[in-house]
């Protein structure tokens, strides 16, 4: 049975800087701090959501899906919908829900795209030490791949799908588009942690 604690584990990896125990916590934090009051599936599904990372897969979700299972698995009641734990984290790969509790957890996963400047930056860093870590992928290729990423958030209508952060978008736009001239121009130093 996969137990709490090694799921929070999976969290600590070196290799992680962003998508730590870190980005976890923030999500609950701003759920806290907004009154949101969340179901046991959409709580389960912040925790799984990126309990698989790696930076050169692209089936983080699938796998993250799969040590969801494991632990059900170990579970001797299940009182919450795992089908719907599992919709959720899926969600979270392309930030589109496909059902109405995924809005949320979708929002609270990228409200750090709405920081101050000086965090925003440092959430930029940390995102691009994840993929540039050990050598996984150069800076060139990592700026490819982030500018096109920024580049579809910033055609995303609507960024936010809830009332609590639909007013954030404006920020959003603001620091995805200084990020992207920054790239594009392969200025780095404005990046610091």
């Given at each position: 049975m996969l137990l709490g604690k090694e799921v929070i584990g999976r969290y600590y990896e070196n290799h992680r800087f962003y998508h730590n125990f870190n980005h976890i916590k923030h999500m609950f934090d701003e759920a806290d701090k907004h009154g949101i009051v969340l179901s046991e599936e959409q709580y389960l599904a912040i925790l799984f959501h990126d309990v698989v990372y790696n930076p050169?897969?692209?089936?983080?979700e699938?796998?993250?899906?799969n040590v969801f299972d494991e632990y059900v698995f170990g579970l001797k009641a299940i009182s919450f919908d795992v089908r719907l734990v599992k919709q959720i984290i899926m969600d979270t790969q392309n930030h589109i829900p496909t059902c109405e509790e995924s809005k949320?957890?979708?929002?609270?996963?990228?409200?750090?795209?709405?920081?101050?400047e000086e965090q925003y930056y440092k959430n930029a860093k940390l995102i691009e030490w994840e993929y540039t870590h050990n050598n996984a992928f150069t800076i060139e290729e990592?700026?490819?791949?982030?500018?096109?990423?920024?580049?579809?958030?910033?055609n995303k209508n609507p960024i936010f799908y809830t009332k609590w952060f639909k007013n954030l978008e404006k920020y959003v736009k603001f620091n995805i588009a200084e990020e992207?001239?920054?790239?594009?121009?392969?200025?780095d130093g404005i990046f610091t942690v």
């Open positions: 050169t897969s692209m089936s983080n699938e796998a993250s899906c949320i957890i979708i929002d609270l996963d990228l409200i750090g795209l709405a920081s101050s990592f700026n490819k791949g982030r500018i096109g990423w920024l580049e579809a958030m910033l992207l001239d920054i790239r594009r121009q392969n200025k």
